[in-house]
Every structure is written in C-alpha cells, then in structure tokens.
T-cell receptor, first 112, second 112 residues
C-alpha cells in the first residue's frame, strides 16, 4: 500500500538523550515536513524539505535536526537541547496538488 | 503574516444535530484553504479544500465555502454521526509558500 509510515508509535526518552524519529514514504512525493502537535496549539512546523539533500527550518527548529539523504526518508532527531520535547510528532508529504499534504500516523514522544 | 483562527472547543452534540465550526483567516496573498480531521491517536486527514474565492469544498457530508469578503471558511455538516467525533483543523497556504498555517483545532464529540 502507498503511504507514510512513522516509527515508533510511542517513544520514551530520558532527559539529556538524543532520539531519532523515523518517517518513510512510498508516495514518490518530493516535499516532506515535520510538525509538532501540543494540546490546544494546533500544529507547528519544525523542518521541511522540498528535495533530496536540501531542507529548511520551520517556525520551531531549535533543538531539532533533520537529514534528507533519500527521497523516501526524512528522519527527525530531537536533541538534548530541546527544552520541552514531550509532544506528538507528525510527518507529512506534499502531493501533486499544490499544498495538499498527507500525514503519517504520528509518534508520541515522552521525556521521563 | 498568515494566521488562522477557529472557534474554541470542545463542542458536544447529539447525533443528527447540525455542526458549524467557524474559521477565519489572515493572509497577505490569495491563499488556499483546507479542513483537516484527526481521529483519536491518528494523523491528520484532508477533509476538504478550496483554492479560490467562492469555491465550495465538500466531502463526507461536510461543506465549507471560501468567503473572501469575510475572510472565512466555516465548516458545516447537516446531520452528524458518532463517527464524526474528532479534532478538526482549519489551515491555509499562501501562493508561493511551502507551509501550511493551522488553527488550534476544535474537538467535536457526538453523543448517540
């Protein structure tokens, strides 16, 4: 099936540790996005990538890093510099219709 | 800058009731407008969209009309079902902008 997969679904991290969230897609979409969702705040853009080997900071990039070595993959690393990392993280791709984004099922990160 | 304001929830309705979720926007250009739905524990799904003034988006009994004069894109459904219980997000993208701006989301609960 075509789609976007995010793993793991739930992730627990100790303070001071880096953690990497996976996002893989087989939709052949060029653009990929990472959002953070907090209760009552909607979605906020962390990073986005329009093409392989290129990515841009979004509105809340501090404490996060990404890579885009393959078209299918856009992993997000939450570093120890991120002061409040507990949140629901959503990966998205952009389809052929301009700005129509498709979302993965999300990863819920909890810092213990 | 671009922004989206949607009515605060939570909204609780009985089955077969009429649903309206208000959404207004601020944009510098000529945005496309979207409604996304998020079911519990899942990612977002595109519900409907409109790309120019007076366009009406519709899907699964939901409708929204792009009103440029009132900068609004209110979501309506004439007869809700329990399965419509979800969080609804209004969003916009401006021409030439690669990101979506989201409202805070409105939680809707439909009781049998």
């Amino acid at each position: 099936d075509g789609g976007i997969t995010q793993s793991p679904k739930y992730l627990f991290r100790k303070e001071g540790q880096n953690v990497t969230l996976s996002c893989e897609q087989n939709l052949n979409h060029d653009a990929m996005y990472w959002y953070r969702q907090d209760p009552g705040q909607g979605l906020r853009l962390i990073y986005y990538s329009q093409i392989v080997n290129d990515f841009q900071k979004g509105d809340i990039a501090e404490g996060y890093s990404v890579s885009r070595e393959k078209k299918e993959s856009f992993p997000l690393t939450v570093t120890s510099a991120q002061k409040n990392p507990t949140a629901f993280y959503l990966c998205a791709t952009e389809g052929l219709a301009y700005n129509e984004q498709f979302f993965g099922p999300g990863t819920r990160l909890t810092v213990l | 800058g671009n922004s989206v304001t949607q009515m605060e929830g939570p909204v609780t309705l009985s089955e077969e009731a009429f649903l309206t979720i208000n959404c207004t926007y601020t944009a510098t250009g000529y945005p496309s407008l979207f409604w996304y739905v998020q079911y519990p524990g899942e990612g977002l799904q595109l519900l409907l969209k409109a790309t120019k003034a007076d366009d009406k988006g519709s899907n699964k009994g939901f409708e929204a009309t792009y009103r440029k004069e009132t900068t609004s894109f209110h979501l309506e459904k004439g007869s809700v079902q329990v399965s419509d219980s979800a969080v609804y997000f209004c969003a916009l993208s401006d021409r030439g902008d690669y990101k979506l701006s989201f409202g805070a989301g409105t939680t809707v609960t439909v009781r049998a």
